[in-house]
Each structure stands twice: as structure tokens, then as C-alpha cells.
């Protein structure tokens, strides 16, 4: 059974999710306060979190913020917002995804499915090893001598893509579907910004990011 913390100040919010996901055999654990959602995910397991952005105390962004201080749990963002940028922000942050409100029944359904598959599916193969680099499928973190990096699930699986065929140039639409893994209006640019994200974050944990992690330009990505 996968355990979903929903977080949201509005409980008729929460009382809704969890109705959707009740019949899937979902376990559902629910919080109206961001401060006490980061708690929970301390010292439960937990699968996914959806996570609303416009809260009291601790917005969506701050809480998604500081639970990748510790913890690589997926991240849904529920938001009311349409602003492309708001949204990208949620992703630069360390966001899997997210979805707008209103948003239907099979939506939701959809994106906790896929992402579960996903987190389930990268567990049947424990790491994948590239030159010095090895990808650890249980801890979603990436390996370079004796650098670590912990990735979010997002960018866990555009790393396993370009590092499991690395002659292959991903384009940026192939990089959408493998990261998100079902039909999406999300916009394309949204892969420049998780690659962005990556190599921000291989830089700082002195893995030698130029040299692997390179543009395609007018195409995509690659490993090389």
C-alpha cells in the first residue's frame, strides 16, 4: 500500500483528494500546516506528497524547499496559479510536478500513478554504472568518485536516460515524456529548467559537469 501525504490549509481540499484515492488502495495521511507535513515525512514513509502552494506560515515553495534539505520523496505541487513562471519556480525548487486547480479526477489519478510506477519500476535494478559514474535506483542519487549528488525524481530520471544510452541524443521532447511518463501540456522548456537545476547542482557537488551533462543545440541533451 503507498502512502500519500496530502497538504493543503483547506480540509475540504484534503477531504476531496483523499476521496479520489481512497479506492485506489492508497493510504492517506493528511495536514493543513506545511510546518507539520515537514515533520511527518521525518519520521513516517512516505510515497508522494501533494503539496498546495498558497498556505499560511509556510508556503508550497518554502516547504518543498525544506524537504529536499533531507529527503527525495516525490513532490506534486497543487496550485491555483497559471503563471508559467510560478510554476517553473515550483520545479527549480525541487518540484516532480504539478498540477492546476481546478483539476479533474483522472488528472490526478494520472500524475500519482505515473510517478509511483516510475518509483516503483527504478527499484528492480539497483544502480547503473557509467565510467566513474554510478546511479543509485534505491537512494535516487548520483555517484562520481567521491562526490555525491541526491537528485529529485524528475531529474533522477533524465539522469537514467541519458546515462543508461549515453551516444544517444535525447531531444528535449523525448527527456518530457520520459520524465513525466503520460500525456502533458507542460511546457517544453520545462526540461531546460530541470537541466539547468542539474548542473547547478552536479557543479556544487564538484562533479565534473561539462564535460558529461552537454547540449545538442537545436536538439537536445546528452551524457558523453
Same mark, same amino acid.
Given at each position: ?6 497538504? &493543503? ?15 485506489? !488502495?492508497?493510504?492517506? *495521511?493528511?495536514?493543513?500546516? !506545511? ?6 515525512? =521525518? ?23 525544506? %524537504?529536499?534539505?533531507?529527503? $527525495?520523496?516525490?513532490? %506534486?505541487?497543487? @496550485?491555483a496559479r497559471t503563471d ?8 527549480? %525548487? !525541487?518540484?516532480? &510536478?504539478? /498540477? ?12 500519482? +500513478?505515473? *510517478? ?6 527504478? $527499484?528492480?535494478?539497483?544502480?547503473? @554504472? ?46 518530457? =515524456? %520520459? ?7 507542460? &511546457? /517544453?522548456?520545462?526540461?531546460?529548467? +530541470?537541466?539547468?537545476?542539474?548542473? =547547478? ?16 543545440? !537545436? ?6
Amino acid at each position: 500500500m503507498n502512502t500519500i501525504l496530502l497538504v &493543503d490549509d483547506e480540509q475540504r481540499m484534503l477531504d476531496l483528494i483523499e476521496l479520489f484515492l481512497l479506492p485506489l !488502495g492508497m493510504k492517506c *495521511i493528511k495536514e493543513t500546516s !506545511g510546518i507539520n507535513a515537514i515533520e511527518m515525512i =521525518e519520521k513516517e514513509k512516505v510515497d508522494l506528497v501533494l503539496l498546495d502552494v498558497m498556505m499560511p506560515e509556510m508556503n508550497g515553495w518554502e516547504v518543498c524547499k525544506e %524537504i529536499r534539505e533531507f529527503s $527525495n520523496v516525490p513532490i %506534486i505541487m497543487l @496550485t491555483a496559479r497559471t503563471d508559467k513562471n510560478d510554476l517553473v519556480k515550483g520545479l527549480e %525548487i !525541487g518540484a516532480d &510536478d504539478y /498540477i492546476t486547480k481546478p483539476f479533474d479526477e483522472r488528472e490526478l489519478v494520472a500524475r500519482v +500513478h505515473a *510517478i509511483l510506477r516510475r518509483t516503483s519500476n527504478d $527499484n528492480d535494478k539497483s544502480t547503473i @554504472t557509467y565510467q566513474e559514474f554510478t546511479l543509485d535506483c534505491e537512494t535516487y542519487s548520483l555517484h562520481y568518485q567521491d562526490s555525491t549528488s541526491q537528485l529529485t525524481l524528475k531529474e533522477f530520471n533524465i539522469i537514467k536516460a541519458l546515462i543508461s544510452r549515453p551516444s544517444k541524443t535525447f531531444t528535449r521532447e523525448e527527456l518530457l =515524456e %520520459i520524465a513525466w511518463d503520460y500525456e502533458t501540456d507542460i &511546457d /517544453i522548456r520545462t526540461v531546460d529548467s +530541470h537541466i539547468r537545476n542539474l548542473r =547547478e547542482k552536479l557543479r556544487k557537488a564538484k562533479f565534473p559537469t561539462d564535460e558529461f551533462l552537454k547540449t545538442a543545440w !537545436g536538439i537536445g541533451y546528452k551524457w558523453s
